[in-house]
C-alpha cells in the first residue's frame, strides 16, 4: 500500500524559479523540488534546533543514528536500479527520472529535461532522502481515498490513492495521486493551489526506455484535461449566443 504522503512545492521558491533563470534550470529545478524536496511547508520556517550554550569540549559521546519513520517520501526506498517514470510538467514539457541506485538512506536519480520531439535540454543529479520526515504545522489532512488513472502512453489503469490537505492559514489546498505500482517514487499526479505540477505519462524498469517524441496536440489537451483537480471534469465550451436575423436589405 502507498505511504501517505503530501508532496507539494515552496510557492515562493517556485515563483523565483520560474521569473528568473534560464528555462533549463527552471525546467529542473522545478522537477527536483516538486519530486525530491515535496514537503507542504505552509510557508512556516521550521524551527532550528537549540544549542547548549554550556556546552563542553571533552563531550565525546556517539551520535544517535538517523532511523526511518513513517511518511517516507514517496516509495523511493522500494525502487531499483533502472526504474524510471516520466511525467508532462507545469510548462508542458517532458521530465524523466532514472533511479541510479539505492541504498538504506535514499535514492540517486538523473533528472533529463526533454522537449515534445524528443531534444533533452539538460541532464543533473539528484538524491532523494527517503529517512527524512516532518509534520507540517497548520495543516489539515484528509483521509486519502482510491481513484483510477488511465496512463497516457497505453491507457493501462492504475489504481491510486488520492491525498489532500489543506493550509489552514491560506486555505490553499495540495492534492496528490500515488500508486505503489509506480515504482520511482509514486506520484502520479500532483497539484498545489491553481496550478497543476506533474502529470504522469508512462513508468517501466530496467531493459525498457521511455517514449522520446510526444504528439503536441495530444500534450495540449493533456494538461487542458488535468489543469483542474483530479476527477473534476472539462467545462465545455458553451456557443456564442445567436444575435438576432440581419435585417432584409432595403430596395
Known sequence: MAREITCHVAAGALESLLMGG??????????????????????????????????????????????????LVGNWH????????????????????????????????????YTLDGTRESTDRRRVDTTEYFVPRRVQR???????????????????????????????IAETLMCPEVRAGGIVFMRRGAR??????????????????????FIRELCTRYDRPFGEDVPLQEDPPEGEPPEPPED
Open 22 to 71: 534560464t528555462p533549463k534550470l527552471a525546467l529542473t529545478l522545478c522537477a527536483l523540488l516538486s519530486l525530491c524536496a515535496c514537503w507542504y511547508s505552509d510557508g512556516v520556517p521550521q524551527e532550528a534546533p537549540v544549542k547548549k550554550a554550556d556546552a563542553v569540549e571533552h563531550d565525546h559521546a556517539a551520535p544517535v543514528p538517523k532511523e526511518p519513520r513513517k511518511g
Open 78 to 113: 522500494d525502487s531499483q536500479t533502472g526504474d524510471w517514470v516520466q511525467f508532462v510538467n507545469v510548462h508542458g514539457g517532458i521530465v524523466v527520472f532514472t533511479v541510479l541506485g539505492v541504498d538504506q538512506t535514499g535514492a540517486d536519480l538523473r533528472v533529463e529535461n
Open 142 to 172: 484528509f483521509s486519502p481515498v482510491e481513484v483510477r488513472f488511465e496512463l497516457p502512453a497505453d491507457g493501462h489503469t492504475l489504481t491510486c490513492d488520492r491525498h489532500l490537505v489543506i493550509a489552514r492559514n491560506q486555505g490553499e
Open 196 to 217: 497543476t505540477y506533474f502529470v504522469l505519462l508512462d513508468f517501466g524498469g530496467i531493459g525498457t526506455r521511455p517514449r522520446k517524441k510526444w504528439d503536441p496536440a
